[in-house]
């Protein structure tokens, strides 16, 4: 395996909180905390940020980053196959932007996934964490994956899934988290596929893989981040900051 790279999508507009990522967090921005964790990590040959904003682009040179202008694009894996057509790489991590405090192990156990993969069967490997508060399972934010006894997805929801009809036994839950590591090919041909009725009812992206009957391999990690959603995300990033809990 040669050139690993992360790529961070960022757009200024976001419905539910617009301009998020250009937000303090400490001392920085948003968007300037997580490409400085990323880029930290010295996991990758190369860390940038792709953008339509030229506010984020700006941000990014301040301080000294990489960052491409890229066309609008509804999804982040649709910004990041235009960012990454010219560039020479085998394996691309896409980091969402609004994840500020990702740590090193699950990009780490990301990575490993297609060091072991020597058939070259997965094109595709995210990160899934365990959610135990009824409250957590049931906030639509939180996009819940259900997989098989290999660890592929069978379906990712906003809604409770698995439904607790029987409540003899204990379904588990599972929150996805949007940190991505496709294939090079597999990303490019993921951009050239129309959106379908559940990925747009939904608005989860990674369903497209799924209804175009593709494999997407999750790897349950224990790493709790603070996906920026809404303003009350960013205050809850702002107290674990103060507290020096990461």
Known sequence: MNRIIAVIPARYEASRFPGKLMQI???KTVIATTYQNVLE???FDDVFVATDSKIIFDEIKKIGGNAV???NHETG???IAEA????????VINVQGDEPFLKKDPLNQLINVFKEDDEQ???LASLKIKLKEKEEIENPNNVKVITDNQGFALYFSRSVIPYPRETAIEAEYFKHIGVYA???NA????AKLSMKPLEIAEKIECIRYLEYGMKIKLIETDFIGVGIDVPEDLEKAREILKKGNL
């Open 69 to 71: 202008m890229t066309g």
């Open 25 to 27: 967090l400490g001392e």
């Open 77 to 79: 894996s649709d910004r």
């Open 41 to 43: 990590t010295n996991l």
């Open 84 to 91: 990454v057509e010219n560039i020479d790489c085998d394996i």
């Open 187 to 190: 990303l490019l041909n993921f």
């Open 121 to 123: 069967k997965i094109s």
């Open 182 to 184: 496709f294939r090079k």
